[in-house]
Structure formats: structure tokens, C-alpha cells
């Protein structure tokens, strides 16, 4: 059973930069979909970005421009590189995967990390 475990949050001022980290094990890598989404307090979970197997992104309009998901398959490892931060960036990150190669629901959690903009 695949595991995901994130890493890299922490405090940063606005205007900085984080790169977020989430480490996959328990299964092959390659060729699942990676994901990252971002929970607020007191708001719904919502989307940020996606790689899928083939290299192809989605990233959503509020993130477009600053942050950049990547992989790097060797490593079983996705990343989310966040520049410019603002405060309403503030959430808890969660990397997520699909459940089989070529699905599109990415329902499978790690336990999240913080990230705090703020000065």
C-alpha cells in the first residue's frame, strides 16, 4: 500500500519561497498521477496543481505563475516549488495520488505540512 509523506513547510515571509516535498513508497512510482492541494482554516479543501505519468501539469488559476509541480521518478519523489508567496497561500499542503495509473481522482492522502506567509 502506497504511502506519501510531505516535508518542507514551515514560516516565510511574503514575497519569499518554499519547496515542498512528498516522498512515495510501498509501490512503483512512475506511473502514477502526483498531486498537491491546500486546506485553509475554515475553508474546503481545494485544488493546486498535478503531474501525471507522461510529464503533463494541471495548475490551478490562483497558483498559475508562481508555483510549479514537478517529479523526479528516480527518487519516488513529487515537488512543489512556491515563489512570490502571499498570506493566502497560509494552508496545510497534502500530496496526493490516483489509486490505479491512468484514473483521474486523486484520493489517496499523505498528512500534510504547514505553510505560513506572513510577516
Known amino acids: 500500500q502506497v504511502q506519501l509523506v510531505e516535508s518542507g513547510g514551515g514560516l516565510v515571509q511574503p514575497g519569499g519561497s518554499l519547496r515542498l516535498s512528498c516522498a512515495a513508497s510501498g509501490r512503483t512510482f512512475s506511473t502514477y498521477a502526483m498531486g498537491w492541494f491546500r486546506q485553509a482554516p475554515g475553508k474546503e479543501r481545494e485544488f493546486v496543481a498535478t503531474i501525471w505519468s507522461g510529464g503533463s501539469t494541471n495548475v490551478a488559476a490562483s497558483v498559475k505563475g508562481r508555483f510549479t509541480i514537478s517529479r523526479d521518478n528516480a527518487k519516488n519523489t513529487a515537488y512543489l516549488q512556491m515563489n512570490d508567496l502571499k498570506p493566502e497561500d497560509t494552508a496545510v499542503y497534502y500530496c496526493?495520488?490516483?489509486?490505479?495509473?491512468?484514473?483521474?481522482?486523486?484520493?489517496?492522502w499523505g498528512q500534510g505540512t504547514q505553510v505560513t506567509v506572513s510577516s
Open positions: 496526493a495520488t490516483n489509486r490505479l495509473p491512468g484514473t483521474l481522482k486523486l484520493d489517496v
